[in-house]
């Protein structure tokens, strides 16, 4: 069945560094991928969505980049502030017919001045 | 609106009581989505509407679990005879397409329910 892993450790970071997170997924090749921000005590907000024939999609200090070879996305934040302190949650919407969207579990990013 | 409005924000209920959540999506989106929420930021599908219609309703335990979503009046998840695994924050969602039109979802801030 369709499986998503994001690294469930907190990646601590200094500020000012790039924070590279990491969505593996298994058993699909999903036409799209989205990440999503969520901040304790509140709902997901979306970030990007990258398609599966885009390489890379950049917003501001975020690039995403999609190898679908290796079912891979990986998520960067450049120039780090702790603001960027949040879980970061990687989804894909669900193999058995694009109705609904599945989340990873996310990984929670900790930047410190 | 343009947020989802979900309510109310907290609910706490005692083993065996009826919980229900409410969710006013942004108008003009035509999917709504639940979600709940446990530990360790685990989200589990519950149910999807594309309008009044049920969509998607895989992830919901049916023999305890029911939602709505009816014109003119906020969508509703209804849990009736509570348990303590019930406990969670469920999230409601909308967006304007399905997962299949690669749109968005936008979240609502969220139920927390606390079964004791």
């Known amino acids: 069945s369709q499986k998503i892993e994001q690294n469930s450790e907190a990646l601590n970071i200094q500020e000012g560094k790039t924070a590279t997170l990491t969505c593996n997924y298994t058993?699909?090749?999903?036409?799209?991928l989205q990440w999503y921000r969520q901040d304790p005590g509140r709902g997901p907000v979306f970030l990007l969505l990258?398609?599966?024939?885009?390489k890379e999609k950049r917003k501001e200090r975020l690039k995403v980049t999609f190898d679908t070879t290796l079912k891979q996305s990986l998520f960067h934040i450049t120039a780090s502030q702790p603001a960027d302190s949040a879980t970061y949650l990687c989804?894909?919407?669900?193999?058995?017919?694009?109705?609904?969207?599945?989340f990873g579990a996310g990984t929670r990013l900790a930047v410190h001045p | 609106g343009e947020e989802v409005a979900q309510t109310p924000k907290h609910l706490v209920r005692g083993e065996g009581q009826k919980a229900k959540l409410y969710c006013a999506p942004i108008?003009?989106?035509?999917?709504v989505f639940w979600y709940q929420q446990v530990l360790k930021n685990e989200f589990k599908f519950l149910i999807s509407?594309?309008?009044?219609?049920?969509?998607?309703e895989t992830g919901m335990p049916k023999e305890r679990f029911s939602a709505k979503c009816l014109p003119n009046s906020p969508c509703s998840l209804e849990i009736q005879a509570t348990k303590l695994e019930d406990s969670a924050v469920y999230f409601c969602a909308s967006s304007q397409g399905g997962a299949g039109a690669s749109t968005e979802a936008f979240f609502g801030q969220g139920t927390r329910l606390t079964v004791v």
């Open positions: 509407f594309q309008n009044e219609n049920v969509f998607d």
């Open positions: 989804a894909l919407p669900f193999s058995g017919g694009y109705n609904k969207l599945i």
């Open positions: 108008k003009g989106h035509s999917y």
């Open positions: 990258i398609r599966e024939n885009e």
């Open positions: 058993n699909y090749s999903p036409a799209y």
